[in-house]
Nanobody, 125 residues
């Protein structure tokens, strides 16, 4: 069955960097767009970043633009989210998601077919 497994989360200080990974199995990874979303306590799950099938196009939430970089390695069936200059407000559970079809917005949770279980990122001030 399809599995998305996030890893790399942890506790860091404000200003630090962190890279989270999403290892995919059970799907043709090279045919999927990938997204990262996050959910802080008491808040809705929100869009963070997305990347197209080939990796040629990327999309970011305004709050992370210039600090976060999404990438995918089709040979390794893995997507990444590199985060720099982390802020306490980046604290959340980070989820990766896979989207098969191009139609529909990258920014919406709707349209993503598969989700991981999440990895906790905590940024202390």
């Amino acid at each position: 069955q399809v599995q998305l497994l996030e890893s790399g989360g942890g506790l860091v200080q404000a200003g630090d960097s962190l890279r989270v990974s999403c290892a995919a199995s059970g799907l043709a990874f090279s045919l999927y767009h990938m997204g990262w979303f996050r959910q802080a306590p008491g808040k809705e799950r929100e869009f963070v970043a997305a990347i197209s099938v080939s990796g040629g196009s990327t999309y970011y939430a305004d709050s992370v633009k210039g600090r976060f970089t999404i990438s995918k390695d089709n040979a390794k069936n893995t997507a990444y989210l590199q985060m720099i200059s982390l802020k306490p407000e980046d604290t959340a559970i980070y989820y990766c998601a896979a989207k098969r079809v191009t139609a529909g917005s990258y920014y919406s949770k709707i349209g993503y077919n598969y989700w991981g279980q999440g990895t906790q990122v905590t940024v202390s001030s």
